[in-house]
């Protein structure tokens, strides 16, 4: 089944420097990639998503980008604010039919002010 | 934050006791799934519903169930099987069977077995 690691587990920044959180994915025929933002306390909430015909999607200060031949997959977030600060998951759609999602196991981020 | 609902929010149960974990939403969405947050583990399938009266398992079912009756409920049960059942359990529901659509997830229920 798929496989998505996700790197760094935890991340600190000052606030307005970037951050960047990085995905690889085991499953070649994946083609649908989210990101999911987690506030303390709360639901994780659909940010950004990508999928296997675009190499790069900007909203605002976020983007992600894909790489398909390595398998790889980012976020990048500039300009950053205390608001930020969350636990960020990367997931992939796998399946044969892109039945389910699997989750990288977190980024939490903090962001000084 | 309307839309989709868990009830409660916190559950303690003694060991031994199965438990159901309630999971509602009025999105008018075909599917509905249900994770498992552990910290440092991320987001766990257990179960998935592509439509109504149809549910199948995920990569950790061992030690729940799960029935879809209606299309606005996904209602799991935690057993006396399941070894280690204190978690965060998650549910969401999406337009669509397929996972390349939004998932819009539940408040969440903490569930404590001692």
């Known amino acids: 089944g798929e496989n998505v690691e996700q790197h760094p587990s935890t991340l600190s920044v000052q606030e307005g420097d970037s951050a960047v959180i990085k995905c690889t994915y085991s499953d070649s025929a994946s083609n649908y990639f989210p990101w999911y933002k987690q506030e303390l306390g709360k639901r994780p909430q659909l940010i950004i998503d990508?999928?296997?015909?675009?190499g790069e999607k900007k909203d605002q200060r976020i983007a992600v980008t894909l790489n398909k031949t390595a398998k790889h997959f980012s976020l990048h977030i500039t300009e950053t604010q205390p608001e930020d600060s969350a636990v960020y998951f990367c997931?992939?759609?796998?399946?044969?039919?892109?039945?389910?999602?699997?989750f990288g196991k977190g980024t939490l981020l903090t962001v000084n002010p | 934050d309307g839309g989709i609902t868990q009830s409660p929010k916190y559950l303690f149960r003694k060991e031994g006791q199965n438990v159901t974990l309630s999971c509602e939403q009025n999105l008018n969405h075909d599917a509905m799934y249900w994770y498992r947050q552990d910290p440092g583990q991320g987001l766990r399938l257990i179960y998935y519903s592509q439509i109504v009266n149809d549910f199948q398992k995920g990569d950790i079912a061992e030690g729940y169930s799960v029935s879809r009756e209606k299309k606005e409920s996904f209602p799991l049960t935690v057993t006396s099987a399941q070894k280690n059942p204190t978690a965060f359990y998650l549910c969401?529901?999406?337009?669509?069977?397929?996972?390349?659509?939004?998932?819009?997830f539940g408040p969440g229920t903490r569930l404590t077995v001692t």
């Open positions: 969401a529901s999406s337009i669509s069977g397929t996972a390349t659509y939004e998932q819009y």
């Open positions: 997931a992939a759609a796998s399946g044969g039919s892109n039945y389910k999602l699997t």
């Open positions: 990508i999928r296997s015909n675009v």
